[in-house]
Nanobody, 125 residues
Framework: QVQLVESGGGLVQVGGSLRLSCAASGRTFNSYAMGWFRQAPGKEREFVAV????????YYSDSVKGRFTISRDNAKNTVYLQMNSLKPDDTALYYC??????????????????WGQGTQVTVSS
């Protein structure tokens, strides 16, 4: 059973930084794509970033490109999301997700089979 556990969320001021972690367990993730999504109150869940566990290739949404960095530590089975220059619009519940097939449609939440419980990020102005 795949388990994803996020951590690292919190309250930060505009322009600040946070690093989210996603600890993955229960499988060998070599073929997986690992994504981060977020959902703000009253809004749909949206794609943030994805990393291929095997190749390390990454993709980002336009709204976070240049400010966020996704990475993975194979030895720790952990995926990170480094968030810099945070804005109030980044306030949301952030979810880690795992796609066993590493679909090219990585921005679609329906392609991910496993989800964490989420960690809250609040950016205050």
């Amino acid at each position: 059973q795949v388990q994803l556990v996020e951590s690292g969320g919190g309250l930060v001021q505009v322009g600040g930084s946070l690093r989210l972690s996603c600890a993955a367990s229960g499988r060998t993730f070599n073929s997986y794509a690992m994504g981060w999504f977020r959902q703000a109150p009253g809004k749909e869940r949206e794609f943030v970033a994805v990393v291929s566990w095997s190749s390390g290739r990454t993709y980002y949404s336009d709204s976070v490109k240049g400010r966020f960095t996704i990475s993975r530590d194979n030895a720790k089975n952990t995926v990170y999301l480094q968030m810099n220059s945070l804005k109030p619009d980044d306030t949301a519940l952030y979810y880690c997700a795992a796609d066993p097939k590493a679909s090219p449609l990585y921005w679609r939440s329906g392609k991910y089979d496993y989800w964490g419980q989420g960690t809250q990020v609040t950016v205050s102005s």
